[in-house]
């Protein structure tokens, strides 16, 4: 129970700002514990975004409105940490072929034009396709929250075992591998589960919200994959960017399901 409660509110902290005890002791199995229930830990924020999405709707407000609104809460309650690391990570890619060159990039935290240009993007995205499912669908703003939670499962793609660290200090000296084979088959059977059972309220088939969710599994292993090719190994901006991704391309695929 102590690891599990440590795995909790480190998940907490890490993926949200909600205020929480710091955990009294961290290794990589807690680690990986605190990655693999990261859709869970962030409930209460999930349950912030789809009442501003409800809201929205209820005034009347223009669909990209309403999303913007939606995703921005999401991102004021996390502080835009993952936002940062998909800023970081792009300018990192597009800075230099040279490893040490883009590692150096990603830690400098600033926001260069390619980094600049995936915020402008994925951003739009995420809010469009969000404001479709909430404007489009009675139940779009519980979809909106369910799906921004299960979001956060991206981060196992990047933190699984075999994966390894692209440096020694910051976050890959804990995290990095820390999510075993089983934990993360795991993770995404739920979140195919819980895609199916968000589908199965609309009019679309199970099939379709399948779809989706391994849409998203792919996309994300194919940034992990082109980040650890470049970079040697995962970073921690790249494990934000992978929620964001991860995010987006949920939504577009459950707004498409829905149209």
Same mark, same amino acid.
């Given at each position: 129970?102590?690891?599990?409660?440590?795995?909790?509110?480190?998940?907490?902290?890490?993926?949200?700002?909600?205020?929480?005890?710091?955990?009294?002791?961290?290794?990589?199995?807690?680690?990986?514990?605190?990655?693999?229930?990261?859709?869970?830990?962030?409930?209460?924020?999930?349950?912030?975004?789809?009442?501003?999405?409800?809201?929205?709707?209820?005034?009347?407000?223009?669909?990209?409105?309403?999303?913007?609104?939606?995703?921005?809460?999401?991102?004021?309650?996390?502080?835009?940490?993952?936002?940062?690391?998909?800023?970081?990570?792009?300018?990192?890619?597009?800075?230099?072929?040279?490893?040490?060159?883009?590692?150096?990039?990603?830690?400098?935290?600033?926001?260069?034009?390619?980094?600049?240009?995936?915020?402008? $993007? =994925?951003?739009? /995205?995420? @809010? !469009?396709?969000? +404001?479709?499912?909430?404007?489009?669908?009675?139940? #779009?703003? *519980? &979809? %909106?929250?369910?799906?921004?939670?299960?979001?956060?499962?991206?981060?196992?793609?990047?933190?699984?075992?075999?994966?390894?660290?692209?440096?020694?200090?910051?976050?890959?000296?804990?995290?990095?591998?820390?999510?075993?084979?089983?934990?993360?088959?795991?993770?995404?059977? $739920? =979140?195919?589960? /819980?895609? @199916? !059972?968000?589908? +199965?309220?609309?009019?679309?088939?199970?099939?379709? #919200?399948? *779809? &989706? %969710?391994?849409?998203?599994?792919?996309?994300?292993?194919?940034?992990?994959?082109?980040?650890?090719?470049?970079?040697?190994?995962?970073?921690?901006?790249?494990?934000?960017?992978?929620?964001?991704?991860?995010?987006?391309?949920?939504?577009?695929?459950?707004?498409?399901?829905?149209?």
């Amino acid at each position: 129970m102590s690891r599990l409660g440590d795995a909790v509110r480190l998940s907490v902290g890490t993926f949200s700002a909600l205020p929480v005890p710091p955990p009294r002791q961290v290794d990589r199995r807690t680690a990986g514990i605190a990655v693999a229930i990261a859709p869970l830990a962030v409930v209460p924020v999930g349950l912030l975004v789809a009442f501003v999405a409800w809201g929205g709707r209820e005034l009347g407000l223009d669909q990209l409105v309403v999303g913007a609104l939606a995703i921005g809460a999401g991102a004021w309650a996390t502080r835009g940490f993952h936002l940062d690391g998909l800023a970081d990570t792009t300018d990192a890619l597009a800075s230099s072929y040279d490893r040490e060159r883009a590692l150096t990039v990603a830690r400098t935290g600033d926001v260069g034009p390619a980094g600049a240009a995936a915020l402008v $993007l =994925v951003l739009l /995205a995420q @809010a !469009a396709a969000a +404001g479709t499912l909430i404007v489009c669908w009675e139940r #779009g703003f *519980v &979809a %909106v929250g369910v799906l921004w939670c299960l979001a956060r499962a991206g981060a196992t793609v990047g933190l699984r075992h075999g994966v390894p660290a692209a440096r020694q200090d910051g976050m890959g000296a804990t995290f990095a591998g820390s999510v075993r084979p089983l934990a993360l088959a795991t993770v995404w059977l $739920l =979140v195919a589960v /819980a895609g @199916a !059972a968000v589908t +199965g309220l609309t009019d679309a088939t199970v099939a379709q #919200g399948l *779809v &989706a %969710v391994a849409a998203t599994l792919l996309v994300v292993l194919l940034l992990v994959a082109h980040v650890a090719r470049r970079l040697g190994g995962i970073i921690g901006d790249a494990v934000g960017a992978s929620v964001e991704v991860s995010l987006a391309v949920l939504l577009i695929g459950f707004s498409a399901v829905i149209a």
